[in-house]
């Protein structure tokens, strides 16, 4: 319910943002104000999620989620809504998601077994996948029928919602999990670790560049529909589906099944068959092959996804999984966002179509090498 609420949040808020201004520059700006504290705020965030206890710090940021959206909606039924709010808003939920990402990462390891970690994040998949698919077309109606002060209204009622049934949550309820009680913690640790771990260092290459090609080509499909398809707002709003149904379809059918003994070659045979799909959805004919080439694509990226968070996981210590969930935070939205940006940037240029298979390309060329790199290393050791 509580991400329902904040995906038809956003929609209102850059619905709103384009009629004051009628300027995608505007848009970009509040992408800017959004992307930028969630580069650098996870670094300092996430250290402290290690340090105090998590279920306080998601008390808070589901409070304060609750009060950014109270205040937008007393904001905007008093017809004072205005760009630099929502300029404002963007900054603050970057802030708040800095420090609600690590916690609720972290907190996930111990709210499960570990034999059920994969299945956890599986099932995660598909609560953030299902929010996207209803919250944006929610979130539309209600702005047709309604207005944006019962969108922010509604957002605000349902984080509280979540919160009260998140109070009652004990540590007794939580398993105990290894974590070294004395090893370093902090940011300089998280960092340390991180440098010194080459699997997760690939992992967080893997999930920045896989995160990029999603925003990217997100950013890209109004541009691709009509240039290729000419199928308008409909097809467009068939076009935003298609990710999500298959992270759906991904999230339930891995929470059936147990994680593979070597999901390095998995995340690595998953991005190379997205990259080809997103090709090949480039140079689908009609609307229709199109839609069903970028589920084949999303579904393939989805799960190549599932298993880099749980191997993230399962690498990690526990006073580090705060500051390690941070950088994949920083990966995964502040420097994807940025980079998605820039696949914008070029495809002004050289058309959205080179640009998606440009970066399909060059992401499952790179995936190749590295799994070619790999191979040799083993046989060099044996």
């Known amino acids: 319910m509580s991400n329902v609420g904040t995906q038809m949040n956003n929609v209102a808020k850059l619905w709103v943002l384009y009629v004051l201004t009628h300027s995608a520059f505007a848009l970009g700006m509040e992408g800017l104000c959004f992307s930028v504290p969630i580069i ?69 390891t111990a709210l499960v077994p570990g034999k059920a970690l994969f299945s956890a994040q599986s099932l995660s998949a598909v609560v953030w996948s299902s929010a996207a698919l209803a919250g944006p077309a929610l979130g539309g109606l209600l702005l047709a029928t309604t207005s944006a002060a019962v969108v922010f209204a509604v957002n605000s009622l349902s ?37 010194r771990q080459h699997e997760l260092l690939g992992l967080e290459a893997v999930l920045l560049a896989t995160s990029t090609l999603v925003i990217g080509t997100e950013i890209l499909l109004p541009v691709l529909d009509q240039t290729l398809w000419h199928g308008g707002s409909a097809a467009y709003g068939l076009l935003r589906m298609a990710p999500g149904i298959a992270a759906v379809l991904a999230g339930v059918g891995l929470s ?41 694509a999303s579904f393939a990226l989805s799960t190549a996804q599932i298993h880099i968070a749980t191997r993230v996981q399962q690498v990690t210590p526990d006073q580090l999984r705060g500051a390690i969930s941070g950088i994949s935070a920083i990966s995964q939205s502040g420097l994807a966002g940025v980079a998605a940006a820039g696949m914008a940037v070029i495809a002004a240029s050289l058309g959205a179509r080179s640009t998606i298979i440009g970066a399909a390309a060059i992401i499952a060329l790179a995936v190749l090498i590295s799994r070619a790199l790999a191979w040799l290393t083993h046989r060099a050791r044996s």
Do not use: N
Request: proline share 6%.
């Open 40 to 108: 650098v705020l996870p670094l300092m965030a996430g250290p402290v999620v290690d340090r105090v206890d998590r279920r306080t710090v998601l008390k808070f940021t589901m409070a304060a989620e609750a009060a950014e959206a109270g205040a937008l909606a007393a904001v905007a039924a008093a017809g004072q809504l205005r760009p630099w709010i929502i300029y404002l808003a963007a900054g603050f939920e970057a802030a708040r998601l800095a420090f609600d990402i690590p916690a609720r990462t972290a907190l996930t």
């Open 159 to 195: 984080t509280a919602a979540a919160l009260v049934a998140f109070l009652p949550l004990r540590r007794a309820t939580l398993h105990a999990v290894p974590s070294g009680e004395d090893a370093p913690t902090g940011l300089t640790a998280g960092l340390r670790f991180a440098w």
């Open 256 to 296: 059936t099944m147990r994680q593979v003994r070597r999901p390095a070659r998995v995340i690595a045979l998953g991005v190379i068959c997205a990259c080809a799909g997103l090709i090949a959805f480039t140079e689908a004919p009609v609307l229709a092959a199109g839609i069903v080439l970028l589920v084949l």
